[in-house]
């Protein structure tokens, strides 16, 4: 090596290109050491990028093209640092130079495309080929008439307002979602319309709801707080596409300009249709044409009543009249059809068919009014679920919000807390929930949602008829104060106010309800507070719910509610102080999740009857020792703390011996070995362990943030003890590297 200064300097004389040649030759490990630095920081870029492009996407929207090119970009020079990366594994002397120039090459590239990552403006656009999203279609019996008549006047140039009438259950909804999606056929081949607007208004209807529910179909962020300059945006924005606005099942009368909907004419072409029980309000909106949906004829009634039952009922002998009775006695109505039809699908028994046509006329004759005929008809179909369980099951959907796409694990968890799924394992419990939310789909109690179900709104009025006596239902209504103690009956079950405005609670308010099992008051983003008095009469609450709310501290008044059985407090980051849970011995779930505590409420430990705690928190700060252990009957866990007080001892959550669900962090790896080699005698069905030193840094939205020493280790539906042996194995192998290590077992 000695001689490889004075042959530099020699050809230093050479010129330029030589001494370039020559600084690659020496500097290539340096440079090399550049580029995949840099090609970290490209790497993190590309990430954030990522993830604001996954926030930002919507229905409807698609991604820049220039954002779509600079992903190409980074795709393709990372695979160019790969070769390099590999070739620098076998770089000979003579080559050296020639790589050098490459890496120095490819680290300007890398900071050209870093430099053009730096996006100012939003990653995605409203997508010019997207008129709208197609729904899932019922099946539509006869209306072809009807249909042809609303797409006339959707094609004429003289008629803007469309109005389609009809009593609730006739099929109104179902005819405008074939329409939509016909619409959205009939724009892929010719530009009719550049965007088709679907939107549910529903009973509790107010201006500042619809604006947001039209602005989000239409993509629309960031909407002004005035109603006045809401509309504006509105107005603005729809007068620049040749649209339809299909508003659905509207109740009330409205002024389109406060709304900020312009009013359809010849000259934009775009058009308004609305859904509505009754005419009155469709004529007082300005609708130039009105559609009326009559009844069914008495062949479609039996068509679409056999869609549901199945073609096969007609083979049974001596059914055949006793069928047109019960037809008939649907009275014509599509949805009463569908569901009685669905309630009879697979009884074959001439017996069953008589006893349900007699059910039937009872029920028909015992209710009065126009919409009381419909809930005797459907509440036929409820009462021959026959279970109570399964009937409060169904009737809980109505404690939701009308319309509102009701997440199916979420209403599981309610059910559980209510006890109507019984007992049992928690995997059980939800093979249970799902078993019976299939039934009630199936029967055309509910409806499925995507991944969600939903409950028309003339199920849950029949919902709420039944039980309003015992329900106080009004939520998702705009509420900015509770109902004063008068309307808080005695007989009261079930309240449920969520998604709401209300602000607090006052002194004034302590309803006289004793019987008050279930109080819903989630998602009421500016409840600050809640007096003492409140809570003073409500000696048989089980549930209550109060996640997502502005709470700051619970009153002590909570301590006394000893029937307490769930106590939900996710998402209450203003919360700091829960008092003291010592008394509350029935309580079987209490959820902490996101709160802004700093240390477990007091009588923790007393809970003996347990099963689900979770203190995701970020906040918390101490969990005294031997708490866990004392929980005995915890089958759900969850425990991700950033303190670096709180220490998991493996061994003491070796201990119980019910848990199914767990997922927790620990700081050091004998905890969490000593943790692991108890797997195979525990019950888990799913669990997420964390090891992080005590000096990692962690963030509970993303579990795992930082790369110093930290592992995850999962393991889903483990059925075996072979599944449980080969986890055990896999985590005792673990040692402290910079690393992540990442191992899933399914």
């Given at each position: 090596?000695?001689?490889?200064?004075p042959i530099?300097e020699a050809l230093?004389?050479?010129?330029?290109?030589?001494?370039?040649?020559?600084?690659?030759?020496r500097?290539?490990e340096?440079?090399?050491n550049d580029?995949?630095?840099?090609?970290?920081?490209?790497?993190?870029?590309?990430r954030?990028?990522e993830?604001?492009?996954?926030?930002?996407?919507?229905?409807?929207?698609?991604?820049?093209?220039?954002?779509?090119?600079?992903l190409?970009?980074?795709?393709?020079?990372?695979?160019?640092?790969?070769?390099?990366d590999?070739?620098?594994?076998?770089?000979?002397?003579?080559?050296?130079?020639?790589?050098?120039?490459?890496?120095?090459?490819?680290?300007?590239?890398?900071?050209?495309?870093?430099e053009?990552?730096?996006?100012?403006?939003?990653?995605?656009?409203?997508?010019?080929?997207?008129?709208?999203?197609?729904?899932?279609?019922?099946h539509?019996?006869?209306?072809t008439?009807?249909?042809?008549?609303?797409?006339?006047?959707?094609?004429?140039?003289?008629?803007?307002?469309?109005?389609?009438?009809?009593?609730?259950?006739?099929?109104?909804?179902?005819?405008?979602?074939?329409?939509h999606?016909?619409?959205?056929?009939?724009t892929?081949?010719?530009?009719?319309?550049?965007?088709?607007?679907?939107?549910?208004?529903?009973q509790?209807f107010n201006i500042?709801?619809l604006?947001?529910?039209?602005?989000?179909?239409?993509?629309?962020?960031d909407?002004?707080?005035?109603?006045?300059?809401?509309?504006a945006?509105?107005?603005n924005?729809?007068?620049?596409?040749?649209?339809v606005?299909?508003?659905?099942?509207?109740w009330?009368?409205?002024v389109?300009?406060?709304?900020?909907?312009?009013?359809?004419?010849?000259s934009n072409?775009?058009?308004?249709?609305?859904?509505?029980?009754?005419?009155?309000?469709?004529?007082?909106i300005?609708c130039?044409?009105?559609?009326?949906v009559p009844?069914?004829?008495?062949?479609?009634?039996?068509?679409l009543?056999?869609?549901?039952?199945?073609?096969?009922?007609?083979?049974?002998p001596?059914?055949e009249?006793?069928l047109g009775?019960?037809?008939?006695?649907?009275?014509?109505?599509?949805?009463?059809?569908?569901v009685?039809?669905s309630?009879?699908?697979?009884i074959n028994?001439?017996?069953?068919?008589?006893?349900a046509?007699?059910?039937?006329?009872?029920?028909?004759?015992s209710?009065?009014?126009?919409?009381?005929?419909?809930?005797?008809?459907?509440?036929?179909?409820?009462?021959?679920l026959?279970?109570?369980?399964?009937?409060?099951?169904?009737?809980y959907?109505s404690?939701y919000?009308?319309?509102?796409?009701?997440?199916?694990?979420?209403l599981?968890e309610?059910?559980?807390d209510?006890?109507?799924?019984e007992?049992?394992?928690r995997?059980?419990l939800?093979?249970?929930?799902h078993t019976?939310l299939?039934?009630?789909?199936?029967?055309c109690?509910?409806?499925?949602?995507?991944?969600?179900?939903?409950?028309?709104?003339v199920?849950?009025?029949?919902?709420?008829?039944?039980?309003?006596?015992?329900?106080?239902?009004k939520?998702?209504?705009?509420l900015?104060?509770?109902?004063?103690?008068?309307?808080?009956?005695?007989?009261?079950?079930?309240?449920?106010?969520?998604m709401n405005?209300v602000?607090?609670?006052?002194?004034?308010?302590?309803p006289?309800?004793?019987?008050?099992?279930?109080?819903?008051l989630?998602?009421?983003?500016?409840?600050?507070?809640?007096?003492?008095s409140?809570?003073q009469?409500?000696?048989?609450l089980?549930?209550?719910?109060?996640?997502?709310t502005?709470?700051?501290?619970?009153?002590?008044s909570?301590?006394n509610?000893?029937?307490?059985?769930?106590?939900?407090?996710r998402?209450?980051?203003k919360?700091?102080y829960?008092?003291?849970?010592?008394?509350?011995e029935?309580?079987r779930k209490?959820?902490?999740?996101?709160t802004?505590i700093?240390?477990?409420p007091?009588?923790?430990?007393?809970?003996?009857n347990l099963?689900?705690?979770?203190?995701c928190?970020?906040?918390?700060?101490?969990?005294?020792?031997?708490?866990?252990p004392?929980?005995?009957?915890?089958?759900?866990l969850?425990?991700?703390v950033?303190?670096?007080?709180?220490?998991?001892?493996?061994?003491?959550?070796?201990?119980?011996?019910?848990?199914?669900?767990?997922?927790?962090?620990?700081?050091?790896?004998i905890?969490?070995?000593?943790?692991?080699?108890?797997i195979?005698?525990?019950?888990?069905?799913?669990?997420?362990?964390?090891?992080?030193?005590?000096?990692?840094?962690f963030?509970?939205?993303?579990?795992?943030?930082?790369i110093?020493?930290?592992?995850?280790?999962?393991?889903l539906?483990?059925d075996?003890?072979?599944?449980?042996?080969?986890?055990?194995?896999?985590?005792?192998?673990?040692?402290?590297?910079?690393?992540?290590?990442?191992?899933?077992?399914q």
């Amino acid at each position: 090596m000695e001689f490889v200064g004075p042959i530099c300097e020699a050809l230093k004389c050479l010129g330029d290109p030589t001494c370039t040649y020559i600084e690659h030759h020496r500097k290539l490990e340096d440079r090399m050491n550049d580029l995949l630095a840099k090609q970290r920081q490209l790497k993190a870029m590309k990430r954030d990028v990522e993830l604001r492009k996954n926030a930002e996407l919507r229905l409807g929207r698609c991604i820049r093209q220039e954002v779509e090119n600079w992903l190409l970009e980074v795709q393709t020079v990372n695979g160019k640092i790969q070769n390099v990366d590999e070739k620098m594994q076998n770089v000979s002397c003579f080559s050296r130079g020639r790589l050098g120039k490459q890496v120095s090459q490819t680290v300007e590239e890398v900071k050209e495309i870093i430099e053009q990552g730096r996006f100012t403006g939003a990653l995605v656009i409203d997508d010019p080929s997207t008129a709208g999203v197609p729904f899932q279609l019922e099946h539509l019996e006869g209306e072809t008439a009807v249909i042809a008549d609303i797409w006339k006047h959707l094609m004429s140039d003289e008629i803007g307002m469309v109005g389609v009438c009809g009593m609730g259950g006739i099929g109104k909804t179902t005819i405008m979602k074939h329409i939509h999606d016909q619409l959205l056929e009939e724009t892929k081949s010719k530009p009719l319309f550049e965007k088709i607007i679907w939107v549910t208004v529903s009973q509790d209807f107010n201006i500042a709801n619809l604006q947001e529910d039209i602005a989000d179909a239409m993509n629309i962020e960031d909407l002004p707080k005035s109603e006045q300059k809401r509309a504006a945006v509105l107005r603005n924005k729809l007068r620049q596409i040749r649209h339809v606005l299909i508003l659905d099942d509207v109740w009330e009368g409205f002024v389109l300009e406060k709304v900020g909907i312009p009013e359809p004419i010849s000259s934009n072409r775009s058009k308004l249709v609305l859904t509505s029980r009754l005419k009155e309000f469709c004529k007082s909106i300005g609708c130039h044409e009105i559609v009326e949906v009559p009844l069914l004829s008495n062949e479609e009634s039996m068509n679409l009543f056999l869609v549901h039952t199945g073609h096969e009922v007609l083979k049974v002998p001596s059914l055949e009249k006793i069928l047109g009775d019960i037809v008939r006695e649907c009275d014509r109505l599509p949805l009463a059809i569908k569901v009685i039809a669905s309630s009879m699908k697979g009884i074959n028994d001439v017996v069953e068919w008589r006893n349900a046509l007699t059910e039937l006329r009872n029920h028909v004759t015992s209710v009065k009014d126009t919409d009381k005929k419909i809930y005797g008809r459907l509440k036929f179909s409820f009462d021959r679920l026959k279970d109570s369980n399964i009937q409060n099951c169904f009737l809980y959907c109505s404690l939701y919000p009308e319309d509102y796409r009701i997440p199916r694990v979420e209403l599981i968890e309610y059910w559980i807390d209510e006890g109507f799924l019984e007992m049992g394992s928690r995997q059980q419990l939800h093979d249970r929930g799902h078993t019976i939310l299939n039934r009630l789909i199936n029967n055309c109690l509910l409806e499925k949602a995507g991944d969600d179900v939903k409950m028309h709104d003339v199920m849950r009025d029949m919902a709420l008829y039944i039980k309003h006596l015992h329900f106080i239902v009004k939520a998702g209504t705009g509420l900015e104060e509770l109902p004063s103690k008068l309307e808080w009956k005695k007989d009261v079950e079930r309240a449920s106010f969520m998604m709401n405005k209300v602000s607090e609670i006052p002194l004034s308010l302590s309803p006289n309800c004793g019987n008050l099992s279930t109080l819903l008051l989630k998602k009421n983003m500016s409840l600050k507070r809640i007096s003492e008095s409140f809570f003073q009469h409500m000696h048989s609450l089980s549930i209550f719910d109060l996640s997502y709310t502005g709470i700051e501290q619970l009153p002590n008044s909570v301590s006394n509610l000893e029937t307490l059985n769930a106590l939900v407090l996710r998402g209450c980051n203003k919360l700091r102080y829960v008092p003291s849970l010592e008394k509350l011995e029935a309580l079987r779930k209490l959820d902490l999740r996101g709160t802004g505590i700093e240390k477990v409420p007091k009588g923790l430990e007393m809970l003996a009857n347990l099963t689900y705690l979770n203190l995701c928190t970020e906040s918390l700060k101490e969990l005294p020792i031997a708490i866990l252990p004392r929980l005995s009957c915890l089958q759900c866990l969850v425990l991700y703390v950033k303190s670096t007080c709180i220490k998991m001892n493996g061994l003491e959550l070796a201990r119980l011996r019910k848990l199914e669900v767990f997922e927790g962090r620990f700081n050091e790896l004998i905890d969490f070995n000593a943790y692991t080699k108890s797997i195979q005698c525990q019950q888990l069905t799913s669990y997420l362990l964390v090891m992080a030193p005590l000096e990692a840094k962690f963030n509970v939205k993303q579990r795992v943030k930082g790369i110093n020493c930290i592992y995850r280790f999962k393991l889903l539906n483990v059925d075996s003890n072979k599944g449980r042996q080969k986890a055990m194995l896999l985590a005792s192998g673990l040692q402290g590297t910079d690393a992540i290590k990442s191992i899933k077992i399914q």
